[in-house]
């Protein structure tokens, strides 16, 4: 995994989640620049799942690669399922369901690189 | 809900509103709980065979509510309901026994703690849950 790029997606998802929150608290639906940053935001996440499945056809393998892989299909599936869901809902929930899964991308991300790299 | 017009209100209300953000966290709940459970039943189902059985049973009755709040419907109102209920009993049982027994849960389900291992989310999840099914049942009802 690009170290770099988790740490990207991690404060660019809690940027999201915090400006979600704040149309939801002004009672905003999902418009489109919301969904041009979950865009961006899914982009990012995509560049690192391609990166991290070329390093593991590289041969390099976390320990427990079926858990690992199934945690990368979560990251890389969340952000377009709950953008649809919330673009759906043309009220201030929308905005919020953007937020819940911006707030726990990077906790996903935590797990994931617990997962690729172990702290023993 | 100030948005929502009373006209408005159908049987597919339910995923409409606060409705839509409950039907997202239940469907992750759902994929947690199940696909923590299935892996550890899949790898070490000797370690802790009850723990890893209620894992899968929660993030089925998560998944159950999740499908249940999303249809229209009556009947998916009552699924939705039933499996809110036995939500809440899960919870707070498991919760309890974790505290009160620990040697039967050697490793931690997403309700072991009153769901302490994921903010709580599982001890809140079931009453937002219920109150947002009455809540659309009565305004059906008027």
């Not at chain 2, 009373?6 to 947690?32: E, H, I, K, N």
């Not at chain 2, 490793?107 to 903010?119: A, E, K, P, Q, R």
Request: aromatic content about 10%.
């Amino acid at each position: 995994m690009v170290d770099w790029l988790t740490m990207t997606i991690q404060v660019a998802s809690l940027a999201m989640a915090g400006w979600c929150l704040i149309s939801t608290f002004r009672d905003r639906p999902m418009l489109v620049p919301h969904l041009i940053g979950m865009g961006v935001l899914w982009l990012l996440v995509l560049g690192q799942a391609v990166a991290t499945v070329v390093t593991m056809v590289g041969g390099e393998r976390p320990e427990e690669t079926a858990m690992f892989v199934s945690y990368l299909a979560t990251v890389v599936l969340l952000p377009p399922a709950c953008a649809v869901w919330g673009f759906m809902e043309r009220s201030k929930w929308g905005p919020a369901v953007i937020a819940f899964a911006c707030l726990i991308l990077p906790v996903l991300f935590v797990r994931l690189e617990q997962l690729w790299s172990p702290v023993v | 809900m100030s948005d929502t017009a009373p006209d408005a209100v159908t049987a597919a209300t339910l995923r409409t509103g606060p409705g839509r953000l409950l039907v997202a966290v239940y469907g992750v709940f759902a994929l947690a709980a199940t696909a923590r459970g299935v892996y550890q039943l899949a790898t070490k189902f000797e370690e802790a065979p009850v723990a890893y059985l209620l894992s899968v049973l929660a993030g089925v009755i998560y998944l159950v509510a999740a499908v249940g709040l999303a249809r229209a419907g009556r009947t998916s109102r009552r699924v939705a309901l039933v499996s809110c209920v036995i939500e809440m009993v899960g919870v707070l049982v498991v919760g309890a026994a974790s505290l009160a027994l620990p040697e039967v849960f050697p490793d931690d389900t997403v309700w072991s703690g009153f769901g302490s291992g994921y903010f709580f989310i599982p001890l809140v999840l079931p009453v937002v849950g219920l109150w947002w099914i009455l809540r659309i049942h009565r305004l059906d009802r008027d």
